[in-house]
């Protein structure tokens, strides 16, 4: 695998957890200012678990960022 894909998985998970945070913070005043749509709720955990998926991408890529690392050495 190139380095430069690493960089881009990366730059791609970093960009997936901003939107999921822009996504939680949106439902969540939503939810805080007594909205009853089942939307924002949905939103919400959606956000959560692209959070969750981003963040394995970015444990990925530094686990194989170190593998290179040890090969290169």
Do not use: C, H
């Not at 913070?25 to 949905?42: K, R, T, Y």
């Not at 170190?66 to 290169?72: A, E, F, G, H, Q």
């Amino acid at each position: 695998m190139e380095v430069a894909s690493l960089g881009s998985a990366a730059q791609s998970a970093l960009e997936g957890l901003k939107r999921a945070e822009e996504k939680t913070l949106q439902a969540a005043q939503n939810i805080a200012a007594g909205s009853l749509n089942p939307e924002d709720v949905v939103s919400l955990s959606l956000a959560a678990l692209d959070f969750k998926a981003n963040a394995a991408v970015l444990k990925s890529t530094n686990e194989q960022t170190k593998s290179l690392l040890d090969n290169v050495a």
